[in-house]
């Protein structure tokens, strides 16, 4: 693989994949949290903030495992009855989430054109392979919370991701749909950014420079514009 290529280097979750823990969980545990009239807003909401904050206080530990000792531990909060086949029917679930359905063209059109494909996830090794089956598109390197031993947003995840692709910063651009998980704490690495604003969130101009697209449909023109015209 040479060292000379451009490289763009992907989120994975809800950028390449329609990875929705929270769609998902609703189904499996709507009867308990109604059963002690539990807002299922609120919940989810707040199952989403004890995801967010067990992969960030520290050095990983096996993310299928996260997910299943948050969906207890925001169960108990609320008073709701908590069972073990709950997290395995979401697992279960999520192993069989969809790619979006643009992301393998624009992918295939990428290393068409001599760029390299790289994934960060904050996954475990077991768990990714489900999801770059899914993709059907031959990456260079897929980099894993569980390779690194730290997850995303900490520094520690992207250390090791540049530390294997070995690029100069100038060929590196991280797209990426995950704003507190990867385009805010990329800002300090000086690399290319490309937000990935599917769901139509704010962004702050405290963190640009980043290009904004709400999709991967128009990403290979981004590519041909800003990046591959500057290499030529």
């Given amino acids: 693989m040479s060292k000379t290529s451009p490289i763009a280097t992907f989120d994975c979750y809800r950028t390449l994949i329609d990875f929705d823990l929270n769609r998902a969980t609703l189904p499996i545990v709507r009867d308990t949290l109604d059963e002690v009239g539990i807002d299922h807003w609120t919940f989810l909401d707040n199952l989403r903030v004890m995801r967010f904050h067990a992969v960030a206080q520290g050095p990983y530990t096996r993310y299928q ?9 925001c169960m108990v909060m609320h008073g709701a009855r908590y069972r073990p086949e709950f997290a395995e ?5 999520a192993r069989r989430f969809p790619v979006f359905p643009e992301v393998p063209d624009a992918l295939e059109t990428l290393k068409a054109s001599g760029v ?18 899914t993709i059907g598109v031959d990456f260079d390197y897929v980099v894993t919370a569980e390779d690194a031993g730290w997850y995303k947003p900490r520094r520690g995840a992207f250390d ?9 910063p100038s060929l590196v651009t991280h797209v990426a749909q995950g704003w507190d998980y990867d385009i805010m704490p990329t800002k300090q690495y000086g690399i290319r950014r490309v937000w990935i604003n ?6 702050s ?5 980043y290009f904004e697209i709400p999709d991967l449909l128009t990403l290979p023109d981004l590519f041909n514009r800003h990046v591959l015209a500057g290499a030529a």
Wanted: hydrophobic share 35%; glycine share 4%.
């Fill in 89 to 93: 029917q979401l697992l279960d679930e």
């Fill in 198 to 203: 599917r769901y139509g969130f704010p962004g």
């Fill in 116 to 133: 390299q494909l790289a994934i960060i996830s904050n996954s475990d090794n077991d768990f990714i392979r489900h999801h770059v089956r």
């Fill in 65 to 73: 495992d996260i997910v299943a000792d948050t969906l207890e531990c």
């Fill in 160 to 168: 090791h991701l540049f530390s294997v692709i070995d690029r100069d």
């Fill in 205 to 209: 101009s405290s963190y640009q420079p």
